[in-house]
T-cell receptor, first 113, second 116 residues
C-alpha cells in the first residue's frame, strides 16, 4: 500500500545552522504538502507542491518536489528558535481527488540557542 | 469562521467505558478525517469521510466507529476504551472536489485522551 517515509525522525541543531528533512513515497504523487506542528499544538499547513521539479520558497524555508514526483524535501536556512516543532510531509496519490493524505512520521526539530 | 472545532479538549476514561469525540467544521468541506498521534508514530489515519453518508477506514480503525450524517459533523466513537487508545486525537477537514487548486487540511486543536 501507499507509504510515505520521512527522515530523519529527530534533528537537533544549534541556532543558525541549516536543517533539512526528506520525504519519499512508494508511489507517484499528485501533489505533496508540508505541515508544521509546534509543541502542544496542532499541524498547520505550510505549502503545497504540484509540479515535477517544483521549488518554492517561504523566507528561510525552501521546498522541493522531485522530478519523478516521489520525493520532496524541506530545507531551513539559518534556523531560529521559532523553527522548533515537528515537520510533516503528506502526499496524495496520483489521480486522487478525494482528499486522503498519506502523512510521513514527521521530523522533530530542536534548536539550541 | 470557527474552522475545525473539537470537544472535549481533555478526557480521562476507565477501561471499558465508551465515549464520543466531537468534531465540527463550518467551511463546507467535503472531506473530514480523524487521526491519532502517538510519540514517534506521526499522524495515523483512523477513519475518513468524503461526504455526508460516506465513510471509510484508514490505517488504524479497530476500536473506533464513525458516522457522517451532515457535512459539518464527524464524531468519533470509542466503543470500549482500552489503555492502548491513550493518545492525542485530531480531526481535520478539507475540500476534496477536483478543480480545487489547494486542498490543504485544516486541523482542530485536538483531544487528549487518557484511558486508565
Amino acid at each position: 500500500g501507499q507509504q510515505v517515509m520521512q527522515i530523519p525522525q529527530y534533528q537537533h541543531v544549534q541556532e543558525g545552522e541549516d536543517f533539512t528533512t526528506y520525504c519519499n513515497s512508494s508511489t507517484t504523487l499528485s501533489n505533496i504538502q508540508w505541515y508544521k506542528q509546534r509543541p502542544g499544538g496542532h499541524p498547520v499547513f505550510l505549502i503545497q507542491l504540484v509540479k515535477s521539479g517544483e521549488v518554492k520558497k517561504q523566507k528561510r524555508l525552501t521546498f522541493q518536489f522531485g522530478e519523478a514526483k516521489k520525493n520532496s524535501s524541506l530545507h531551513i536556512t539559518a534556523t531560529q528558535t521559532t523553527d522548533v516543532g515537528t515537520y510533516f510531509c503528506a502526499g496524495r496519490n496520483r489521480g486522487s481527488t478525494l482528499g486522503r493524505l498519506y502523512f510521513g512520521r514527521g521530523t522533530q526539530l530542536t534548536v539550541w540557542p | 469562521n470557527a474552522g475545525v472545532t473539537q470537544t472535549p479538549k481533555f478526557q480521562v476514561l476507565k477501561t471499558g467505558q465508551s465515549m464520543t469525540l466531537q468534531c465540527a467544521q463550518d467551511m463546507n468541506h467535503e472531506y473530514m478525517s480523524w487521526y491519532r498521534q502517538d510519540p514517534g508514530m506521526g499522524l495515523r489515519l483512523i477513519h475518513y469521510s468524503v461526504g455526508a453518508g460516506i465513510t471509510d477506514q484508514g490505517e488504524v480503525p479497530n476500536g473506533y466507529n464513525v458516522s457522517r450524517s451532515t457535512t459539518e459533523d464527524f464524531p468519533l466513537r470509542l466503543l470500549s476504551a482500552a489503555p492502548s487508545q491513550t493518545s492525542v486525537y485530531f480531526c481535520a477537514s478539507s475540500y476534496s472536489r477536483s478543480g480545487r487548486s489547494q486542498n490543504e487540511q485544516f486541523f482542530g486543536p485536538g483531544t487528549r485522551l487518557t484511558v486508565l
